[in-house]
Every structure is written in structure tokens, then in C-alpha cells.
């Protein structure tokens, strides 16, 4: 676990991701199996659509003391006060939200080729998006598939916290975290669960058993 970041289970949710149950619902059985950070990702929405779907959310995630990223929009994650906000290539540089927001305020960034850990972005921002692990219909524009290999290459690169996204599940976790990351995010492995909670505690039990190998 890393000291600045002490979340290890990320929770990535969208309306469109949620199969079984509306996006409250499985926010709040994903916290219950052990989700500690949610980020809310919206591309479609009008930002007051936006700013009111982050307000419901921000509700449950206060009342669970969860922090709440906002994906991508600096209006909305202001409008509600989030922890922090999470941006990639091509939305809004890190730099340009130091200026405009509050200098507490947790910004991740995501890492999609080598040479961006060597830019002032990454150096602005408190934590790092390893996008995408493993390819996924959920993201279409990715620029490299990272695997294990790249998480250890960017571990030795870098000593900020280390985010594993893209086809995160409780067979793969465990590997990730030996290789190098702090956190699992997930999206469609728990948004599409019949069982939310269940798979969050799945996921979660591996992070545990994996990092204390580590240790």
C-alpha cells in the first residue's frame, strides 16, 4: 500500500457499465465488498447531468467516507467538491488543474506510453493510471496494452502510487500487485456482476493476499 495512496481497490463506474442494478446500487454493494475509492466516468452526459449524477453519488460515497474522483471535468468535480479528478492524453493537462483548483486536491493522470513519465503532467500529478493493462471494450482508444512486463518497467520508473486498470478481476490482481501496482481498478468485472459485493471481496482478498507476499 502506498502511503500517499492508501486505496488498493478502485472502483471505475459508469451508468452503461452497470448490467444488473442502477449505478447507486452498485456503488454502494461494491463499497460494502471492500471498494475504497470511486471514480465516476461519464463521456455522454450534459455537465449539469453530470453535476447531478456526481451529487447522488457523492451522497453514498460521504456516507461510506469514500473518496470520490471525478473523470475528466473540472466543472463537475467542483460543482460537487470531489477528492480529486482523473484525466488522461487528452483532457485538461495536470498542470492546468494545479492552477485553477485547489492545491489539495488529488489529481491522476493516465500513463499510455513511457515518455509521458518524464513530462511535467506526471510530475504534477499525485498518482499514475496505468491505462490499460490488458486491452478492453471499455476503453477503444488505447495507445499501448501495458501487461505485467510494462507495470514493472514503470514501477522502477517511478515512485508514485501505481493504478492497474483495464481487465482487472480477482484471477489477475493478485499478479498486478506482485508486479508493482498499488491499486486495482475495476470496471465491468463488478459493474456487470450479479454479485457485486461479492466479486469487491473476491478482488479484494486477492490485493491482501498477494501484497502481504510482497512484504
Known amino acids: 500500500m502506498h502511503p500517499d495512496f492508501p486505496y488498493q481497490l478502485y472502483l471505475v463506474i459508469a451508468e452503461e457499465s452497470c448490467v444488473h442494478y442502477p449505478l447507486l446500487q452498485v456503488a454502494k454493494?461494491?463499497?460494502?465488498g471492500g471498494v475504497d475509492i470511486i471514480q465516476l466516468r461519464e463521456k455522454n452526459l450534459s455537465t449539469s447531468v453530470f453535476i447531478k449524477k456526481a451529487e447522488a453519488l457523492k451522497q453514498l460515497t460521504d456516507q461510506y467516507k469514500i473518496p470520490l474522483i471525478i473523470n475528466d471535468n473540472l466543472e463537475v468535480a467542483k460543482a460537487v467538491?470531489?477528492?480529486g479528478i482523473h484525466?488522461?492524453?487528452?483532457?485538461?493537462?495536470?498542470?492546468?488543474?494545479k492552477q485553477q483548483w485547489d492545491k489539495h486536491k488529488a489529481i491522476g493522470y493516465s500513463i499510455e506510453y513511457l515518455e509521458?513519465?518524464?513530462n511535467e503532467q506526471t510530475e504534477v500529478a499525485n498518482h499514475l493510471g496505468i491505462s490499460p493493462v490488458y486491452s478492453t471494450a471499455t476503453k477503444t482508444d488505447t495507445v499501448t496494452e501495458?501487461?505485467?512486463?510494462?507495470i514493472k518497467?514503470?514501477?522502477t520508473l517511478t515512485t508514485k502510487p501505481?493504478?492497474?486498470?483495464?481487465r482487472m478481476d480477482a484471477g489477475n490482481a493478485g499478479e498486478i500487485i506482485k508486479a508493482g501496482a498499488d491499486c486495482i481498478a475495476v470496471v465491468s468485472a463488478i459493474c456487470a456482476s450479479k454479485y457485486p459485493e461479492k466479486t469487491?471481496?473476491?478482488i479484494k482478498t486477492q490485493i491482501y493476499k498477494h501484497r502481504n507476499e510482497n512484504i
Not at 454493494?29 to 460494502?32: F, K, R, S, T, V
Not at 501505481?162 to 483495464?166: K, T, Y
Request: net charge neutral; glycine share 10%.
Open 29 to 32: 454493494m461494491a463499497i460494502e
Open 81 to 83: 467538491d470531489a477528492f
Open 87 to 97: 484525466v488522461g492524453n487528452n483532457d485538461i493537462p495536470p498542470t492546468q488543474i
Open 116 to 118: 509521458q513519465l518524464k
Open 146 to 150: 501495458w501487461g505485467i512486463e510494462g
Open 153 to 155: 518497467k514503470i514501477r
Open 162 to 166: 501505481l493504478i492497474a486498470i483495464g
Open 200 to 202: 469487491a471481496k473476491n
